[in-house]
């Protein structure tokens, strides 16, 4: 069985960061784009960050873009999410996801249970 654990998630006060971390199991990590998605209470899901398989492209969603940083260790199995400059509206459970392709898609295969991020203001 797949399974992405993410760990790292917590209560941090506005301006303050958190690294997730989300390691990944029963796959063959290095084939598969790994990705973060959120969803706050009452919002619609987001896709925060991805990285690729192929040529390391990361992605970001406009929200976190400049203050958020992605990246995969292959021999790990392990892709993290640097989270620095956080805003109240980042508060959202993060779910680390898989998907077998080079590119980033955004249509995640597997999805890992979440971590729970709040920003207190």
């Known amino acids: 069985d797949v399974q992405l654990q993410a760990s790292g998630g917590g209560l941090v006060q506005a301006g303050g960061s958190l690294r997730l971390s989300c390691a990944a199991d029963g796959l063959s990590f290095d084939d598969y784009a790994i990705g973060w998605f959120r969803q706050a209470p009452g919002k619609e899901r987001e896709g925060v960050s991805c990285?690729?398989?192929?040529?390391?492209?990361?992605y970001y969603g406009n929200p976190v873009k400049g203050r958020f940083t992605a990246s995969r260790d292959n021999a790990k199995s392990t892709v993290y999410l640097q989270m620095d400059s956080l805003k109240p509206d980042d508060t959202a459970v993060y779910y680390c996801?898989?998907?077998?392709?080079?590119?980033?898609?955004?249509?995640?295969?597997?999805w890992g249970k979440g971590t729970l991020v709040t920003v207190s203001s």
């Open positions: 990285v690729s398989s192929g040529d390391g492209y990361t």
């Open positions: 996801t898989a998907d077998y392709s080079a590119r980033c898609r955004g249509r995640p295969e597997y």
